[in-house]
């Protein structure tokens, strides 16, 4: 039976931006950076109201439609409550459609504001980091950059199907089952991330990759992803070959002209440098600080340089 929260109750969600694939790990690594979001929401008597601050603020609805507050409705709807009125402020940080997880970063955000006004309502109802994960990943379609918004540092994701165990979380024939696990990053790694003007459709680029490829292939990014993992967490040494991809930014190129340039650019200087996600930003990989010539190179490009620290998950007080 679903139980109505009262009027009063505030939380607010702070979550980080995320880079996807790194190189090689294609819809199954990912990092968070610090470029957080935050949300807060109040249930009220009745209504919804929703006020949008910074990036996006005249690209997106101001309602019902809203992907924070579809995801904040449906943290509810998992706990088994209900609020009959909102209001919710969306203060946005992470630039949109650019390859650092906005979306995935928007529907944990709202994920973890519900559930974090039930668990005020009852404590019993908070919400465990695997279901955070199962939940954003449902929206998502892919877990890559919603782990890394809900877990922090870096993850290694992955889908279960029908026929396999997925541990708390049931699969059935409707059902799929996403999971994660976070890893410490190697103290001495550093982002930096190179973010074009224009924006990018992650189903336009996604459109791009051919349905097959061919084995040798499969082979070098199979490799290149588990040297990834050593790479990040425990030998940053490793990282430009640990970054190398055949999969999918070779087909995207065309379509990211500036982003293939700037990836060939920071790979020449020794930079292990990749797509964030479905780009069109470029995230860069180091244990040394960018070089200013770089930056000035950058900026000329139109390109903006932000070195966010790698952050830890949402946070919902």
Known sequence: MTRTLPPGLTVTARVPASSANLGPGFDSLGLALGIHDEIVVRTTDSGLTIRVEGEGADDVPWGPSHLVVRAI???????????????????????????????????????????????KFDA??????DELVQLAAEFEGHPDNASASVLGGVVVSWTETEGETAGDVAVGH???????????????????????????????????????????????????????????????????????????QGYRSSALPLTTAWIGRLRSAGIAATVSGAGPTVLALSTEEFPADLRELAAADGLRVLHPEISGGVRVD
């Open 73 to 119: 409705e449906r943290g509810l709807e998992s706990a088994g409550v209900w609020s009959d009125g909102l209001d919710v402020v969306c203060r946005n940080v992470i630039p949109h459609s650019r390859g650092l997880g906005s979306s995935a970063s928007a529907v944990v955000g709202g994920l973890a504001a519900g559930r974090g006004l039930a668990a």
């Open 174 to 248: 409707h059902m799929r089952g996403y999971r994660a696990v976070r890893l410490d990053p190697h103290p001495a790694l550093r982002a930096t991330v190179l973010v074009p003007e224009e924006r990018s459709s992650t189903a336009h680029t996604r459109g791009l990759l051919p349905e097959t490829v061919p084995h040798g292939d499969a082979a070098f990014n199979l490799s290149r992803s588990a040297l990834a993992v050593v790479a990040l967490t425990q030998r940053p040494d490793l990282l430009l070959p640990a970054t190398a991809d055949r999969l999918h």
């Open 124 to 129: 019993e109802l908070a919400c465990s980091a």
